[in-house]
């Protein structure tokens, strides 16, 4: 009974959720829980399953249901509350081994839970059996699972199939990637490099040779301060020039 009553339960207060307070569905939730054993309790025969069928059996429309009249009361929650998002005109039939509902006079029935289906899956059977959790969101009914349907046959391809090479990547291919440790050095990119002391006199050479176009424009140029600058210049730098 417990399995049967769970899943009744779930399934109703899967409708209040994301509509009440969380507390409250929670609090309301465990009522109706001891409401509905207590009213099942020497009415459940599991080797006659059909047997009260119609007394527990829970429903929203009509007179109200005194299941849920004491959980709402029990609870605190106002049962106007609780009937406003529930579906109207709400079976649902906890039997043993079957759990089912339908909504409407005239509505399918539709099987939440049946023993018979979930008998050769023990897995699934275990996770049914689990207590009540007040986290659960929303509750979806089990359909029948209809037979898988044969898969359609392959189109005809004269080619051969096709497989899919690994991508593969030597060092130096796998470098040029972002993802390389290392970078690939070209000989003409070390050489266009200059060590801080090469770039200083460079610099140096390049002030000297604008001083000196400076002073050869010049119609006033002592020949004293040329040869004062040629020899403060570092030999080398004359020898490059």
């Not at 307070?21 to 929670?26: E, L, Y």
């Not at 054993?37 to 020497?42: A, P, T």
């Not at 849920?68 to 998002?85: I, N, Q």
């Not at 000989?187 to 000297?208: G, L």
């Amino acid at each position: 009974m417990h399995i049967e009553v769970q899943v009744a339960l779930n399934f109703v207060i899967s409708y209040l959720y994301n509509k009440l307070p969380r507390r409250r569905v929670n609090i309301f939730g465990e009522e109706l829980e001891k409401a509905l054993k207590d009213k099942f309790l020497g009415h459940w025969y599991p080797d006659r399953p059909c047997r009260g069928s119609a007394f527990r059996c829970l429903k929203t429309g009509g007179p109200l249901d005194p299941v849920l009249e004491r959980a709402a009361r029990e609870s605190g929650v106002p049962v106007r509350d609780v009937l406003e998002h529930l579906p109207r005109e709400l079976t649902v039939w906890v039997d043993p081994g079957e759990v089912s509902y339908r909504i409407g006079e005239k509505g399918a029935v539709k099987v939440l839970f049946s023993s018979d289906e979930r008998a050769a899956d023990e897995r699934t059977d275990r996770e049914v059996t689990r207590a009540f959790n007040p986290e659960a969101q929303c509750f979806r009914p089990v359909e029948p699972v209809a037979a898988p349907s044969p898969p359609a046959p392959a189109a005809f391809s004269p080619g051969p199939p096709f497989r899919a090479q690994p991508l593969t990547f030597t060092t130096a291919t796998f470098a040029q990637t972002k993802f390389g440790s290392t970078k690939l050095k070209t000989s003409s990119k070390r050489a266009n490099r200059m060590s801080p002391t090469e770039f200083s006199n460079y610099i140096k050479q390049r002030a000297v040779q604008q001083q000196l176009a400076a002073r050869a424009l010049s119609p006033a140029t002592d020949p004293a301060a040329y040869f004062m600058a040629r020899r403060d210049t570092p030999a080398h730098l004359l020898l490059a020039n």
